[in-house]
């Protein structure tokens, strides 16, 4: 075991080996949420969301999870001021292929200079030479929009090669995409849209898993709109845990190579969700838990 891999082993949940010498801690961080309200402008506090990263720090939690078009630009500015320079240890992901519009939108944004752009961007922002890992955004917010992502993906395996990048994944993808992503260069992860009701990469999870690829869901904890279960409260009283430390803790123990990355712009919310790392669910539990499932 490396000294890296020891350090990210003591939080509880473990730690996953993405590649060789990039080891995170399962229980991540997602850097959305410090944006200002629907991810765009700056946070309502400042210093709060200083302070969140930073605790995110302190707890040992050496997987961050970001994007240049939150805000944009702020989310990532905020990762500067507050760990700049970064701990040897940390390992920043974040995504291309999407951008804001004036009215706060989405749109797409796969075009060769685009990405290039973006990169370079996200480089900046970060105060990096090299991106640790860079996703590429294929489909919408839920699900993945199908075809051929050859062009785009092609892009970001240029600027690996130029050394701007150094490990690459998709994120919003079908079965098909990552097939054809992994025809044109190695991927080590995986982000998609999934909690413990949204269950629709069941098959895709264990796939992955037999491939040593991570698979790390976003809104794990139901994205803009909490996850509601009197189910999932059910348990969570009878384990005197909250709801979403329950949710987390299922997905940790669903699969081994599932990391999360949930988010949020409260330290004590920050502690709620890292709680999930050591709660062990029982088996009637997850029993019971696994009903919710779609």
């Known amino acids: 075991m490396t000294n890296e891999t020891a350090s990210a082993s003591k939080l509880p949940g473990g730690s996953f080996t993405l590649a060789e010498g990039l080891t995170v801690t399962r229980m991540g961080y997602g850097a959305m949420q410090l944006a200002g309200p629907q991810v765009f ?3 309502a506090d400042r210093e709060g969301a200083l302070a969140v990263l930073r605790e995110v720090a302190e707890l040992g939690i050496n997987h961050i999870d970001t994007s240049d078009f939150y805000g944009p630009h702020i989310t990532n500015q905020l990762i500067k001021e507050a760990l700049h320079p970064y701990p040897q240890q ?9 951008r804001r519009d004036e009215n706060g939108g989405w749109p797409r944004a796969l075009a060769p200079e685009q990405l290039r752009e973006a990169v370079s961007d996200n480089l900046a922002n970060l105060g990096l030479d090299a991106l640790d890992v860079v996703n590429l955004r294929v489909g919408g917010f839920t699900a993945p929009t ?6 785009p993906f092609t892009v970001l395996a240029e600027l690996q090669r130029e050394g701007l990048i150094r490990h690459l994944g998709v994120s919003n993808v ?7 992503a992994q025809s044109i260069a190695p991927i080590i992860c995986v982000q998609n849209f999934y909690n413990i ?15 040593g690829i991570a ?3 976003y809104f794990p904890l139901g994205g803009f709109t909490p996850l509601q279960s009197e189910t999932l409260s059910r348990v969570a009283v009878r ?3 909250a709801p979403m430390t329950v949710a987390l803790a299922w997905l940790l123990q669903r699969s081994h190579n599932i990391l999360l990355i949930p988010g949020t712009s409260s330290v004590a919310h920050l502690h709620e969700n890292v709680a999930g790392a050591s709660l062990h669910l029982p088996p009637d539990a997850i029993e019971e838990l696994d009903t919710i499932g779609s």
């Open 41 to 43: 402008g700056p946070p």
């Open 90 to 98: 940390l390992r920043i992901v974040t995504k291309v292929g999407a």
């Open 239 to 241: 384990l005197n845990a």
């Open 197 to 211: 009701a949204n269950r629709s990469d069941d098959a895709l999870i264990a796939s992955l898993a037999q491939q």
């Open 215 to 217: 698979y790390v869901p």
């Open 174 to 180: 079908t079965a098909e995409q990552i097939a054809e």
């Open 146 to 151: 199908r075809g051929t992502l050859a062009k």
